[in-house]
């Protein structure tokens, strides 16, 4: 691809994206404020069909339930779910200008040290000191200057006072985690089933940067594949044969370590991949990234190092994308485990367990309790009941807790000491039909957002149409903005607009979305839909309009340029069939006319 010079891939997306309505910074009447990005109608429209074959991929043709939860939860779910103690960066402030700055990037950005974010703090505050890192704003000296832990989320109040304290999302998982009691019922309490939801999330990024990469409010799109670990497996034999490019940590520590190009039957196999389920949608992302025309060339799959890696996530892989000559994650695929259900029964008041029931009846020792009332009434008066159930919960998680002489529970942030004698604790044989089990969660989690970056950055193009030089976005038929634009051939000539009108509305009834241009001269239009990425272009044209027969228009393929002349009734039907891979347009040729427009005029 070649390059305006002295300008990167970054500078020229931005430009593009502003100039033509891709995206561009929020609130510029007010200064704006970094992190924050609109989406124009090409962005917007780009996104939303990014959304749309997302959710077609991963909800409908997966069978999974898809639900939309609040953006604001209150600060329990957080507490329950580990963000209020552990969803941190590292910041570190400017002594002068007093600007803050996320320490791993400074790191990362001026040295050859890659994912400092994995690094302890001490270790990152060495670094700033021995590469002599400065202020990126005022070049002051950074050594010296203490490293913090910083929590990335936005706190909020629920109702008026500050009695109830809450937070927008930091991504969308939790929703459906703490509505998994409620969810699993319209499942009718049978694994595997799959929850997905796409929205928005918000972090309050130290650094946002490149553009809309990293940014404080972003959509998400997950999945949460709930499955029982010793029944249930993927259909990996319907992604087996899909060929990925994988970058194992191995070979990341490795000096000399380099891709392994392989397929995905062939990782699970040798235990390159070591979850069959991560397997599994690893090789569904694959096609799915394909067909909405992410460059294969520029794409990997990067395991995460030990030091990176979620101490929930037993393996968790990344979908990276190179853009602007750097690899950004635009998608992850982590295995959970039993994590986060756990702690949501732990914290929250219901059942975030499923009875899976046994092939044949089992007997089994069960360690139960029969706490003796008559004793733990006057000893605990009003909280007697509380103390029972918290005991009945206790035995089925941990019986050996009941092994001295007595045993703890929490009880409203305080601690309970029960004489073990009066629990009543033994174990008994029962004939038991199935178990409740937690079960575990395999997580691919998606950013739109980069996804969208990613696109325009992959699909950015420059070439030579005869001795013109254009622009143009290469973006799939699947996910452009627009399908078709649509021109009168020259616009002062009102058979040829009305005409045109007639094929806006024919095109936009057959569910194609259509733009109308009649300004400018033909190439020009032309080449204002190709740097939006419009993948169709028909003109109508006096060639075409017959008094006798069949009217015809010009149909132009945006990369070639190729133009064929085809019946203005089966247009829409040509175009669909090119957008679903049945038909090559190239192969149109031999069955429709094609066209020069070099020196055709009206």
């Known amino acids: 691809m070649s390059t305006e010079e002295g300008q990167t891939e970054g500078e020229r997306l931005a430009e593009l994206a502003k100039r033509r309505g891709f995206f561009f910074g929020s609130s510029g009447a007010y200064g704006g404020v970094a992190g924050f990005y609109t989406f124009g109608p090409q962005g917007a429209a780009l996104k939303s069909n990014v959304e749309a074959a997302w959710r077609d991929r991963f909800t409908v043709r997966e069978g999974n339930y898809e639900i939309e939860a609040p953006t604001i939860m209150p600060e329990p779910v957080f507490e329950a779910s580990g963000h209020l103690d552990g969803f941190d960066d590292m910041l570190v ?5 007093t600007k803050a700055h996320r320490a791993d990037h400074l790191i990362e950005d001026t040295t050859d040290i890659e994912d400092a974010e994995s690094l302890p703090i001490d270790e ?28 990335l989320m936005f706190d909020t109040n629920i109702g008026p006072g500050s009695t109830s304290s809450g937070y927008l999302r930091p991504e969308t998982a939790q929703g459906i985690f703490v509505e998994f009691p409620q969810i699993k019922q319209y499942a009718r309490n049978t694994l595997p089933f799959g929850v997905t939801q796409i929205g928005r999330a918000y972090r309050n990024e130290i650094s946002p940067r490149k553009r809309i990469v990293r940014t404080r409010e972003f959509t998400q799109a997950e999945l949460e594949q709930f499955i029982d670990p010793e029944r249930d497996t993927p259909a990996l034999d319907d992604v087996a044969d899909v060929a990925v490019t994988l970058y194992p940590a191995q070979q990341q520590q490795n000096e000399n370590g380099g891709y392994i190009e392989i397929t995905v039957g062939e990782a699970v196999e040798s235990g390159l991949i070591g979850n069959r389920w991560i397997g599994y949608f690893i090789g569904i992302a694959q096609q799915w990234y394909e067909a909405i025309g992410v460059d294969t060339n520029r794409f990997r799959f990067r395991q995460h190092l030990s030091g990176e890696r979620a101490h929930y996530a037993a393996e968790c892989w990344d979908a990276e994308s190179e853009v602007d000559e750097d690899w950004i994650e635009i998608a992850g695929f982590a295995y959970r485990g039993e994590y986060d259900l756990s702690k949501h029964a732990e914290y929250g008041d219901d059942d975030f367990s499923i009875f899976q029931e046994y092939e044949e009846s089992k007997t089994v020792e069960r360690a139960v309790v029969d706490p003796d009332m008559s004793v733990l009434g006057p000893k605990f008066g009003a909280q007697a009941g509380d103390i029972k159930t918290a005991l009945e919960t206790l035995v089925e998680r941990d019986p050996d807790a009941f092994s001295g002489d007595t045993v703890e529970i929490e009880l409203d942030g305080d601690t309970v000491a029960v004489d073990t004698d009066d629990t009543n604790f033994h174990i008994e044989t029962q004939t038991v039909n199935g178990e409740h089990i937690t079960p575990h ?34 973006l799939s038929p699947n996910v452009a903005p627009t399908d078709v634009g649509v021109f009168p051939l020259v616009s002062n000539v009102e058979q040829l607009v009305e005409r045109a009108k007639d094929v806006v509305s024919d095109l936009r009834e057959a569910g194609l979305t259509v733009i109308s241009d009649d300004s400018g001269s033909i190439g020009r239009r032309y080449r204002r839909q190709d740097e939006v990425g419009t993948p169709f272009c028909v003109t109508v044209d006096r060639d075409g309009i017959e008094d006798e027969g069949v009217d015809t228009v010009t149909v132009r393929q945006r990369d070639t340029g190729q133009q064929i002349r085809a019946p203005i009734t089966l247009v829409a039907e040509l175009i669909q069939s090119v957008q679903s891979g049945e038909v090559i347009f190239e192969n149109l040729s031999n069955t429709y006319d094609g066209v020069e427009w070099a020196n055709k005029t009206e």
């Open 124 to 151: 990152v505050e060495a670094l700033i000191v021995e590469y002599d890192l400065v202020c990126p704003r005022c070049q002051s000296a950074l050594g010296g200057e203490p490293v913090e832990s910083f929590n």
């Open 93 to 97: 402030e400017c002594p002068d200008c």
């Open 441 to 474: 969660v395999i997580e691919p989690s998606f950013g739109i957002d980069r996804t969208v970056y990613t696109l325009l950055a992959h699909g950015y193009q420059e070439d030579t149409i005869g001795d013109e030089n254009r622009t143009y976005l290469s």
